[in-house]
């Protein structure tokens, strides 16, 4: 059942789903933040600029520090020439690393809906592994969820549910190894 306010939000949906398939930020995405004023955390091992371990170096990635003890990352796919900018903001639930993140573009004016996609982080002995929590399996657990509220677009659910219960979803089943997308290992360039 909608409630009132997601009655009135409810043309925003395919307008928020664009924005972030657009920035290539995962296939399950979300209305409500993870990371909230309260649950925020910083890792100051996350700011530098990193690369693929591969040695491909066909993504870069710029981390700065933000303002609200969040993250500034551009991502550089150079082996398709694209470029994204997101903000970043750092969440650990069950002593798991997970980073909010939103596109940050200005594009559509007040048009721009922050809407939020989920990456796993862990650490590597010689750098990062990050994972989308976006897989098929994850994706069916919102689907199947009878606490948290979706919109159901084309494949994709898009969770409308509230942080509380997106965070409570996150920690029965963001932290199981189904939930995760293929996983890229970064490495330090400086």
Avoid at 47 to 54: A, E, H, K, N, V
Avoid at 55 to 80: A, C, F, H, M
Avoid at 81 to 109: F, M
Avoid at 160 to 172: E, I, N, P, W, Y
Wanted: net charge negative.
């Amino acid at each position: 059942m909608l409630t009132l306010f997601s009655k009135r939000t409810l043309w925003l949906i395919p307008i928020l789903a664009a924005s972030l398939f657009t920035t290539a930020c995962g296939d399950l995405l979300s209305v409500a933040p993870l990371a909230t004023d309260s649950n925020t955390t910083f890792d100051p091992n996350l700011i530098g600029t990193w690369s693929d371990l591969d040695g491909s170096n066909s993504v870069i990635v710029s981390v700065r520090e933000g303002d609200k003890r969040d993250y500034d990352i551009l991502w550089i796919d150079t082996k398709d020439n694209d470029k994204y900018r997101v903000n970043g903001r750092l969440v650990q639930i069950g002593g798991q690393k997970i980073l909010d993140v939103t596109p940050v573009s200005s594009d559509a004016g007040p048009f721009t809906i922050p809407g939020h996609a989920f990456v796993y982080i862990s650490s590597l002995e010689n750098g990062l592994k990050i994972q989308f929590l976006d897989s098929k399996w994850i994706q069916e657990k919102a689907k199947q969820s009878k606490s948290l509220t979706y919109y159901q677009l084309e494949d994709h659910p898009i969770i409308t549910g509230t942080s509380a219960q997106l965070q409570d979803f996150f920690l029965q089943n963001g932290l199981n190894e189904q939930a995760r997308g293929e996983p890229m290992s970064l490495r330090r360039l400086k």
